[in-house]
């Protein structure tokens, strides 16, 4: 797997020894560079590089709107923050950032940041992983990536699960789980004859459900087992969801 290479840096010289590290490491390849946080948002969009090092003080944007902003459209964006302000490396790792560089840093620093993500599985160990996970031993779990490391949730614990902010929260019977994946990513990941998208930003447990009632003309509230946390239904998705209990 090669992986796409975007740098986000308003220094010219910061960004030439970006540059050299980067064609220097095999499994990388540099498809553009952005001096301006703007620049960096138009080319991922265009591009969607799967790797971006980011600056944190740019013009126009900031690196760490600009990461909340790459996140949000993809969360499996790797940020690798590259910057001569440590005092921001908090707000950083609360974005899963995957690296924090403090300028002025050694190429060895460079190689070992790409020589992590290297290690990182593919989409298709991923795939396997999942299945692995689900399917082993009778066992029915969601693995969630998140700033602690990866958790494996039993998705039959799963009540509901909800954007949040710029996140996304798994709500179980006995705990919960922040993520930056979108919810169609874990929908498409999790049993559709268990699970249920009602709206754009909820996914429920169609076993939790035990009560539905109007909210507005064309929206209803779902209340749910086990949570204080209700859910929102559109019409079409309730039409949906009558045909699925026959109702």
């Known amino acids: 797997m090669e992986f796409k290479v975007l740098i986000g840096d308003d220094e010219e010289g910061m960004r030439m020894v970006l540059r050299k590290a980067i064609e220097k490491v095999e499994g990388f390849k540099l498809i553009g560079e952005a001096a301006d946080g703007e620049a960096v948002l138009t080319f991922v969009e265009e591009s969607k590089p799967q790797v971006v090092f980011l600056d944190v003080e740019m013009p126009k944007l900031n690196g760490i709107e600009c990461a909340k902003r790459i996140i949000d459209v993809n969360p499996k964006t ?18 899963y950032a995957f690296d924090y560089l403090v300028k002025p840093f050694k190429l060895d ?24 996970i689900r399917h082993e031993n009778g066992l029915n779990k969601i ?21 949040e902010d710029r996140n996304t929260v798994i ?47 064309w929206t209803y509230v779902i209340k ?10 559109t019409h079409l998705r309730y039409e949906v969801l009558k045909d699925i209990f026959s109702l």
């Open 78 to 95: 790797i940020i690798v923050f590259a910057t001569a302000h440590a005092t921001y490396m908090t707000d950083a790792f609360q974005l």
């Open 224 to 233: 749910l087992k086990n949570t204080d946390k209700d859910a929102l239904l």
């Open 171 to 217: 709500y179980t019977v006995d705990n919960s789980y922040i993520t930056s994946e979108a919810l169609s990513e874990l929908e498409e990941r999790l049993d559709k004859n268990q699970f249920f998208r009602s709206h754009k930003s909820y996914i429920i447990n169609l076993s939790m459900i035990y009560k539905i009632y109007p909210y507005g003309r």
């Open 109 to 132: 620093r460079v190689y070992q940041t790409l020589n992590r993500i290297k290690t990182l599985n593919g989409e298709e160990d991923k795939a396997v992983m999942h299945k692995i």
């Open 143 to 163: 693995l969630i990536k998140n700033k602690e490391g990866i958790s494996f949730v039993d998705t039959k614990d799963i009540v509901i699960i909800q954007r």
